[in-house]
């Protein structure tokens, strides 16, 4: 194991996040804010309380997801996709690294990001709402494995991307959507049947409910379900990222 | 000198059909500098690309001090140092983390004194603090041999090194890389520039059409394919070389006023002396001779041409 490459790597990419420190801190601390004040106080103080809970404080993990999927989605893929962009993964491909080794480095730095910005929204959230976490340990569960199974699938789009374009196409295309419509912002009981079921064909809501439910005990899904899609869709990516290394797909010529 | 590289049939096909390489057979020894020769798109690149790891290659294998490049490439890698022919660097990181980057990415633990001596060697220990986007392009070019050498390698790629850089720029780097090779470091670089070859290679490695035509120690090279040529300034302007001359195969400048005689220097005989006896008998006086010899880049353009 080349620890020392796994470690140049990750450096390298939290050095990135740390060179933006004002805008990665401070834009999620204002759209937070700013989803509190629509959500929260303008339209939610008109929305009753979803399974007694507010509805700001309902929202909150939903919020904390949103942001926690399309971060990790753009950090992985912008941190694979520069240096294919720039000629610089020449390095990369010529060092004594494993492919293991260069997901460890760049995935592993794209969720700690995702996971540091959770926090933070969260604790900008307190501000605003009173929150409680009835299973903390499950709250973080959920969240590390959201953070690694999205910057996964960040990395694969980054490897897949030929453009800045098609970086932006699947993160503004089909994340974004699927955490609106997952959940995030309203229990799926309050859509009509046929939207319901639709719903259950979004991985997304898997994910929010779980998350939801190591929050306040409520879920749209079952607790197991939300762990088995997210272990699924965890396995798909890793095997996606295996399959374009052995290939070479979009690296090697 | 023990083979420290051993390349045997070595081919790329692209996915488009392009075969960039054709049957490379090629031994590199411990130590030397060896300079790639050949035209755009003779394979150069797609084959010190494949040695580094960047390109799988169709067929053969390729082992460095012993080490399969694919089976053990951690081995190999390691001992290996590139430097590309783009300008391809980061922008917005400082010339010192870059290198400790790539330091730590070739599985070195850190040593801010060996990234010191190598930014001092390169010349850049003044703007080791500076953004890479700052600097010009002939110190991103630095930049980009500094990376190569932070993990200490025994093998260094250099991909065209002195493409676009000023004269001045360039004999600073065959200072660097002869400093390089004195240390002990193999080299293996490609070029257009037959006069860098000349001056830095101890052999020369000539590629076309994704093959091997010579590989040769570099005064071998020259004295074996190279012409000596004999010119003859007369002291009369000549019409026409007499019949008694044809077996010289002479030319005759346009003006008259020259005799060019090709010769091989290898020959034991060259045959100046029983032309300097017939031009006598044949009554032409010349006031001045000379010798040339042709140069690497007569003999290249020769060899690929017969390549061809």
């Given at each position: 194991?080349?620890?020392?490459?796994?470690?140049?790597?990750?450096?390298?990419?939290?050095?990135?996040?740390?060179?933006?420190?004002?805008?990665?801190?401070?834009?999620?601390?204002?759209?937070?804010?700013?989803?509190?004040?629509?959500f929260?106080?303008?339209i939610g103080?008109?929305i009753t309380?979803i399974d007694?809970i507010?509805y700001?404080?309902f929202i909150?993990?939903g919020?904390?997801?949103?942001?926690?999927?399309?971060?990790?989605?753009?950090?992985?893929?912008?941190?694979?996709?520069?240096?294919?962009?720039?000629?610089?993964?020449?390095?990369?491909?010529?060092?004594?690294?494993?492919?293991?080794?260069?997901?460890?480095?760049?995935?592993?730095?794209?969720?700690?990001?995702?996971?540091?910005?959770?926090?933070?929204?969260?604790?900008?959230?307190?501000?605003?709402?009173?929150?409680?976490?009835?299973?903390?340990?499950?709250?973080?569960?959920?969240?590390?494995?959201?953070?690694?199974?999205?910057?996964?699938?960040?990395?694969?789009?980054?490897?897949?991307?030929?453009?800045?374009?098609?970086?932006?196409?699947?993160?503004?295309?089909?994340?974004?959507?699927?955490?609106f419509l997952g959940g995030s912002f309203y229990s799926i009981d309050m859509l009509?049947?046929?939207w319901q079921?639709?719903t259950?064909?979004?991985?997304?809501l898997?994910?929010v409910s779980?998350?939801r439910?190591?929050?306040?005990?409520?879920?749209d899904?079952?607790?197991?379900?939300?762990?088995?899609?997210?272990?699924?869709?965890?396995?798909?990516?890793?095997?996606?990222?295996?399959?374009?290394?052995?290939?070479?797909?979009?690296?090697?010529? | 000198?023990?083979?420290?590289?051993?390349?045997?049939?070595?081919?790329?096909?692209?996915?488009?059909?392009?075969?960039?390489?054709?049957?490379?057979?090629?031994?590199?020894?411990?130590?030397?500098?060896?300079?790639?020769?050949?035209?755009?798109?003779?394979?150069?690149?797609?084959?010190?690309?494949?040695?580094?790891?960047?390109?799988?290659?169709?067929?053969?294998?390729?082992?460095?001090?012993?080490?399969?490049?694919?089976?053990?490439?951690?081995?190999?890698?390691?001992?290996?140092?590139?430097?590309?022919?783009?300008?391809?660097?980061?922008?917005?990181?400082?010339?010192?983390?870059?290198?400790?980057?790539?330091?730590?990415?070739?599985?070195?633990?850190?040593?801010?004194?060996?990234?010191?001596?190598?930014?001092?060697?390169?010349?850049?220990?003044?703007?080791?603090?500076?953004?890479?986007?700052?600097?010009?392009?002939?110190?991103?070019?630095?930049?980009?041999?500094?990376?190569?050498?932070?993990?200490?390698?025994?093998?260094?790629?250099?991909?065209?090194?002195?493409?676009?850089?000023?004269?001045?720029?360039?004999?600073?780097?065959?200072?660097?890389?002869?400093?390089?090779?004195?240390?002990?470091?193999?080299?293996?670089?490609?070029?257009?520039?037959?006069?860098?070859?000349?001056?830095?290679?101890?052999?020369?490695?000539?590629?076309?059409?994704?093959?091997?035509?010579?590989?040769?120690?570099?005064?071998?090279?020259?004295?074996?394919?190279?012409?000596?040529?004999?010119?003859?300034?007369?002291?009369?302007?000549?019409?026409?070389?007499?019949?008694?001359?044809?077996?010289?195969?002479?030319?005759?400048?346009?003006?008259?006023?020259?005799?060019?005689?090709?010769?091989?220097?290898?020959?034991?005989?060259?045959?100046?002396?029983?032309?300097?006896?017939?031009?006598?008998?044949?009554?032409?006086?010349?006031?001045?001779?000379?010798?040339?010899?042709?140069?690497?880049?007569?003999?290249?353009?020769?060899?690929?041409?017969?390549?061809?």
């Open positions: 194991m080349n620890f020392h490459a796994v470690k140049a790597i990750y450096l390298f990419e939290m050095a990135r996040t740390i060179r933006t420190l004002f805008q990665s801190v401070v834009s999620p601390v204002i759209s937070t804010s700013l989803y509190f004040v629509v929260g106080s303008a103080s008109r309380e007694g507010s700001g404080s909150v993990p919020l904390i997801m949103l942001s926690i999927l399309t971060q990790s989605v753009a950090n992985a893929s912008f941190g694979i996709y520069f240096p294919k962009y720039s000629g610089t993964i020449y390095e990369l491909l010529s060092a004594p690294v494993s492919y293991f080794e260069i997901i460890l480095g760049y995935v592993g730095a794209a969720a700690t990001k995702s996971i540091i910005l959770g926090l933070i929204i969260l604790s900008t959230a307190g501000l605003f709402v009173p929150i409680q976490i009835a299973h903390p340990l499950w709250m973080l569960i959920f969240l590390v494995l959201t953070a690694v199974t999205f910057s996964l699938f960040g990395f694969i789009i980054g490897i897949w991307a030929n453009s800045f374009e098609q970086l932006q196409i699947i993160p503004l295309l089909v994340v974004t959507p699927l955490v009509p049947p046929l079921k639709i259950l064909f979004n991985p997304v898997y994910l779980g998350f439910w190591s929050f306040y005990e409520i879920a899904v079952s607790v197991a379900w939300s762990l088995t899609m997210i272990t699924v869709f965890l396995g798909v990516c890793m095997f996606t990222v295996w399959w374009i290394f052995k290939t070479g797909y979009q690296v090697k010529k | 000198m023990r083979t420290l590289i051993s390349i045997s049939d070595l081919s790329k096909t692209y996915s488009g059909g392009f075969q960039a390489l054709k049957g490379i057979n090629l031994d590199i020894r411990d130590g030397e500098i060896l300079a790639l020769l050949g035209p755009n798109g003779a394979g150069k690149t797609t084959l010190i690309s494949i040695i580094c790891g960047l390109i799988n290659a169709s067929t053969g294998s390729v082992t460095v001090d012993g080490y399969d490049i694919v089976d053990d490439y951690r081995m190999t890698r390691s001992k290996i140092g590139l430097v590309p022919q783009e300008l391809t660097t980061d922008s917005f990181e400082s010339v010192k983390d870059t290198l400790a980057f790539s330091r730590g990415l070739f599985g070195k633990k850190p040593d801010p004194g060996h990234i010191e001596k190598v930014l001092k060697d390169m010349s850049l220990w003044d703007k080791r603090d500076n953004k890479i986007m700052e600097l010009s392009g002939g110190m991103k070019r630095r930049v980009l041999i500094a990376k190569a050498l932070a993990h200490e390698p025994e093998i260094l790629f250099l991909d065209e090194p002195t493409a676009g850089v000023d004269v001045e720029l360039r004999k600073d780097m065959w200072h660097h890389i002869n400093a390089l090779r004195e240390s002990g470091v193999t080299i293996i670089l490609t070029t257009h520039y037959i006069e860098e070859a000349e001056e830095i290679a101890d052999r020369v490695g000539v590629i076309s059409h994704g093959k091997i035509i010579i590989v040769e120690e570099k005064t071998e090279l020259m004295q074996k394919l190279g012409k000596k040529q004999l010119t003859l300034e007369l002291q009369h302007e000549l019409a026409d070389v007499p019949d008694t001359l044809n077996a010289y195969k002479l030319e005759l400048s346009d003006d008259g006023l020259r005799l060019i005689y090709t010769y091989d220097s290898q020959e034991e005989r060259t045959g100046i002396a029983g032309l300097l006896s017939d031009l006598h008998d044949a009554s032409i006086k010349f006031k001045d001779l000379h010798t040339t010899q042709s140069s690497l880049e007569d003999i290249f353009v020769t060899l690929v041409r017969e390549g061809q």
